[in-house]
């Protein structure tokens, strides 16, 4: 990314800072739950209903919604989008009765559900295709801080001024963001750019990367959402302890994320089978062994890294192997998340209803590693495979120009240099068993 231009660049922290904004607004409920139930006159499990509910209706409408919008040019989308997002934070944080802010979280809902779809082709779009995995780790740079940083912030925020002023600070985010996106995001029509489709189109390779999407995701935040009782009943700390352990959580996160992206440059396959795999071992981990402190805090560190890194690598991949138009791919990816962050939550829920936090630990380990087999699957058949890197371009198994060229018909050795000349084609050159226009 170092020869794109400056304002390619702003545009790509406008929308990794839109990002941010998005995940803080998702989960700003959890952090503020007991000010919310007592304020509002609700329960605990109502206001825990904005945050599952959220991620069912991203989940639900992120397919219709980008079918819905796929002709329409991505500038005046993406930014009437965070315009729809503005207006939502500012209605929850003009709420006085739970009906008013549910409802300003289902509006919430269906914008995050268009803008994931597309904000990750709109991104990859301003660079050139070979800087995808860097700009995907730029961009879920954002995410991955926004539960270590924004939540807390917002938590914080919100303890001391009412948790109104909590979403005001995410509507000024937002406002903010689309400010700094006018001037900077280019024009473009859905299909006129290279990451309008996918590079290296495989349908297999895309089935298998959604049912892996669902597992993994869902094995982690059948976990991740009960890591305080986890951290305080597995791991025996005080807790004061939970907010550095998700500190700890939030930067192993981020040097996942940027060790994704160097990976899925050189190794896709490892990329993709790597992070559920790390996730499944670390929570194994804190089951069994979670009660040493030094373990556990290793195992976060693993869990953290993992976590993050499956949306950076996976997202690239989809950009990589979508059979069809990116956005479209994008959506059904983001719909398998949300599912997975609502089933986890759900699943989570049920088990420790019935024997406690360290069952749902080993739930989420379970489903984690199932989705680091799915993976391993789509490797194994058929031996070794050609490499690819992320822009999609063949690796070493490319075919190699013949050393001599070859007679035309109708010349003979002795012909001299202006009738061999003569014969050769005038056209571009072709090696055999290459479609016309590709050389």
């Keep these: 990314m170092s020869a794109a231009s400056p304002r390619a660049v702003l545009a790509l922290i406008g929308l990794t800072v839109a990002s941010f904004a998005y995940v803080v607004a998702e989960n700003l409920p959890v952090g503020l739950l007991d000010r919310l139930a007592a304020d509002l006159g609700t329960s605990r499990s109502a206001v ?55 409802a300003a979280r289902l509006l919430t809902a269906l914008t995050h559900a268009a803008f994931w779809s597309v904000v990750a082709p709109v991104a990859t779009s301003l660079f050139p295709p070979e800087a995808r995995a860097r700009v995907m ?14 939540v807390p912030a917002g938590t914080w925020l919100g303890d001391r001024h009412g948790w109104h002023a909590a979403f005001w600070a995410v509507t000024l985010l937002g406002a903010g963001c689309l400010a700094a996106l006018v001037p900077t995001l280019p024009a473009a029509t859905p299909g006129e750019t290279a990451a309008a489709r996918g590079a290296r189109p495989d349908a297999g390779a895309y089935r298998t990367l959604i049912a892996v999407t669902l597992l993994a995701v869902t094995g982690a935040f059948t976990a991740y959402s009960y890591f305080a009782p986890l951290v305080t009943d597995v791991g025996g700390l005080p807790g004061s302890a939970v907010g550095g352990c998700l500190l700890l959580f939030g930067v192993a996160g981020t040097a996942g994320i940027v060790l994704a992206g160097r990976l899925v440059d050189r190794r896709p396959g ?36 993992g976590m993050a890194a499956i949306p950076s690598v996976f997202q690239t991949r989809v950009l990589v192997v979508a059979p069809g138009d990116t956005s479209l791919a994008s959506a059904t990816y983001v719909a398998a998340f949300n599912a997975g962050i609502g089933g986890g939550a759900l699943l989570g829920a049920a088990v420790l209803d019935v024997g406690g936090v360290r069952p749902v630990v080993v739930a989420g380990a379970l489903l984690s590693l199932a989705g680091g087999l799915a993976a391993l699957a789509r490797l194994a058949p058929g031996g070794r495979r050609p490499r690819y890197d992320v822009s999609g371009r063949r690796g070493d198994t490319s075919p190699r120009p013949r050393t001599s060229p070859r007679r035309s018909r109708g010349t003979t050795a002795r012909a001299g240099p202006a009738r061999v000349a003569a014969a050769r084609p005038t056209g571009p050159r072709r090696w055999p068993g290459t479609a016309p226009g590709r050389t």
């Design 48 to 102: 825990g209903l904005l945050v599952t509910g959220h991620a069912f209706v991203v989940a639900a409408t992120a397919v219709p919604l980008t079918r819905a919008a796929r002709r329409a040019p991505r500038r005046p989308l993406v930014l009437g989008l965070l315009a729809a997002f503005v207006a939502s934070a500012a209605l929850a944080a003009v709420a006085s009765s739970y009906g008013l802010l549910l």
């Design 137 to 150: 780790s730029v961009l879920f740079a954002g995410i991955s801080l926004a539960p270590v940083a924004g």
């Design 270 to 305: 490892a990329a993709t089978v790597v992070p559920p795999f790390v996730v499944g071992a670390a929570l194994l981990v804190v089951a069994v062994l979670g009660g040493a402190p030094a373990v556990l805090l290793a195992a976060i560190v693993a869990w953290g890294a």
